[in-house]
């Protein structure tokens, strides 16, 4: 596949890890970091489960506004906000998106611990989709966390189209020998 249906497929393979950390999405609180294309097909994978509320931090307030918009025209609550804002909202949200182009690492150990404490040790489940990263992978160490990165989508997605492939394989082998 091209890389317009991979994005797709890594987009799919984030909800579906997120389904296995938690039950049903009608009450999941979803930060999106960044609001491009990527994050926003993403998003919208998510907002198709009919999250309880969507955020999107980013470094201008009217871009995150734009996309928070085309959100809410799905049905989801949805507001934008500052990044700056993100280390007193982070606590909030169950599952953080990341997805931009920083220089660094934009969310840290330190924000994310503050978090998981205020929390009570509910889990949180973490994609980064940003290259280089935008969360320090030390995050991915913390207890009741749940972080992956875009190049585990990609081995998520791969795995998934082997899997299709040998099952299509099966079913020839059943159709020939039908026939």
């Given at each position: ?81 500052l ?32 978090a ?14 940003g ?49």
């Amino acid at each position: 596949p091209g890389s317009g249906s991979a994005s797709v497929s890594r987009a799919a393979a984030a909800v579906r890890l997120s389904e296995g950390i938690f039950e049903g999405g009608s009450d999941q609180r979803i930060v999106l970091i960044g609001a491009g294309e990527m994050i926003e097909l993403v998003a919208r994978h998510f907002a198709a489960r009919k999250p309880a509320s969507m955020a999107v931090a980013n470094r201008t307030l009217e871009r995150g506004e734009q996309l928070a918009a085309r959100l809410s025209e799905t049905g989801v609550a949805a507001r934008a906000m500052l990044l700056s804002e993100l280390p007193v909202e982070l606590a909030r949200f169950d599952i953080v998106i990341a997805s931009t182009a920083p220089s660094w690492p934009l969310v840290g150990l330190g924000m994310f611990g503050r978090a998981l404490k205020a929390r009570r040790h509910r889990p949180m489940f973490m994609v980064d989709l940003g290259v280089p990263r935008d969360i320090e992978p030390e995050v991915g160490r913390l207890d009741d966390v749940f972080l992956y990165t875009v190049d585990d989508l990609g081995h998520v997605v791969s795995t998934g189209m082997q899997k299709r492939r040998e099952a299509a394989e099966a079913a020839e082998a059943i159709i020939a020998r039908e026939v």
